[in-house]
């Protein structure tokens, strides 16, 4: 008996080194399997390059082999045109009979429709496959399109005793509770996401960059909230060196600038909700929330958020600013040295 589980296991294990570079697109991965053995596997590397199945399906050295073989792919392959043709069409014109997929695509454009159409062509197709796993590979993907909001991540560091930093911060530096490993998985993480939002009081006590200058990748757009229009001129998020949206009011709303975008919204409304409408205006389908403790909290009280992810570093502050209050579900907890890092799903 063939394991297809094996095979999709595969197929997101190989899409996963897609994370930060194909937006807009999904993460997608696929194999292609002759005889329990893998002949060819690929992923999509970047939107406006080819697919998974294209990548996986080139990689064959005996193209021969195709019309015996089964094609794995963790998402269902598309059926229009868009920077690329339809995978569902290659893989008809390869002969291929056999198609496992993981999870239905739900964006409007595909859902459902590139099964039928490898179906119609008397494709032999086997869907459900580590389905749950498929779709929390495309959590940020079908967030956005299912929610017509960002994926939302919220992230901060609190000392042994519960706090996210000291009252008082001289010469706008910022103020370590984590240890280095950690603060580089942070910028690991920047590289994932699409944006990292954070207040003005963040802004103006911290003076942060916002950037990947601790890990390879593409730094995310930068989201500051600014309502009042406080923030210094010479703060970091305000070089241009990023793309960068300034949440603001009308009253203070400044001139648009060649990387900076302003943006208002109405203080007697929910501005998380106004704020996530912004992001998904921009086609933002990812955002770390970075600080501070009002800006989390108010998203928390709104219930706007996926995941939680919390360092508890081994200083203590013994006063200064409390950490967020959050209620989820648990889903892992590891140590990085001294620190311990807490992952919280709102399920």
Not at 21 to 38: A, D, F, M, Q, R
Not at 52 to 70: F, M, Q, R
Not at 91 to 100: A, N, W
Request: one cysteine or more.
């Amino acid at each position: 008996m063939v394991n297809h589980e094996k095979y999709i296991q595969r197929c997101i294990q190989l899409a996963r080194n897609g994370l930060g570079s194909t937006y807009p697109n999904p993460l997608v991965g696929s194999v292609v399997v002759h005889n329990n053995k893998i002949i060819g596997e690929g992923w999509h590397y970047k939107a406006g390059e080819a697919h998974a199945e294209v990548n996986a399906i080139g990689s064959v050295k005996n193209p021969e082999l195709l019309k015996d073989a089964t094609i794995y792919v963790s998402l269902e392959p598309c059926s229009h045109f868009g920077k690329t043709p339809p995978c569902s069409d290659l893989i008809i014109s390869k002969g291929i009979k056999k198609v496992v997929i993981g999870t239905i695509d739900s964006f409007a454009k595909v859902c459902g429709a590139g099964i039928q159409k490898l179906m119609n062509a008397g494709c032999d197709v086997t869907l459900g496959v580590l389905e749950n796993e498929c779709k929390d590979l495309n959590k940020r993907f079908f967030t956005f399109h299912e929610k017509k909001r960002p994926y939302i991540i919220l992230k901060w560091a609190e000392s042994n005793d519960g706090f996210i930093a000291p009252e008082n911060i001289p010469d706008r530096k910022p103020v370590w509770i984590t240890n280095k490993q950690s603060r580089q998985i942070v910028h690991k993480w920047r590289a994932e996401e699409q944006a990292i939002l954070v207040g003005n009081n963040t802004v103006t006590k911290d003076n942060p960059k916002l950037t990947t200058r601790d890990w390879d990748g593409d730094n995310p757009t930068r989201v500051i909230i600014d309502k009042s229009g406080i923030i210094p001129n010479d703060s970091s998020v305000l070089d241009n060196s990023t793309p960068t949206i300034i949440i603001t009011t009308d009253m203070f709303r400044k001139t648009n600038t060649s990387n900076i975008i302003y943006e208002t919204v109405d203080e007697a409304k929910n501005i998380a909700q106004e704020i996530c409408d912004i992001l998904y205006k921009h086609q933002i389908q990812s955002v770390i929330i970075e600080g501070g403790s009002f800006t989390l909290q108010s998203f928390i009280d709104k219930d706007l958020w996926d995941e939680a992810r919390v360092f508890e570093g081994s200083t203590t502050l013994k006063n200064g600013v409390l950490a967020p209050n959050i209620n989820g579900n648990i889903v892992t907890k590891q140590q990085i040295k001294k620190d311990t890092l807490i992952v919280y799903r709102n399920d």
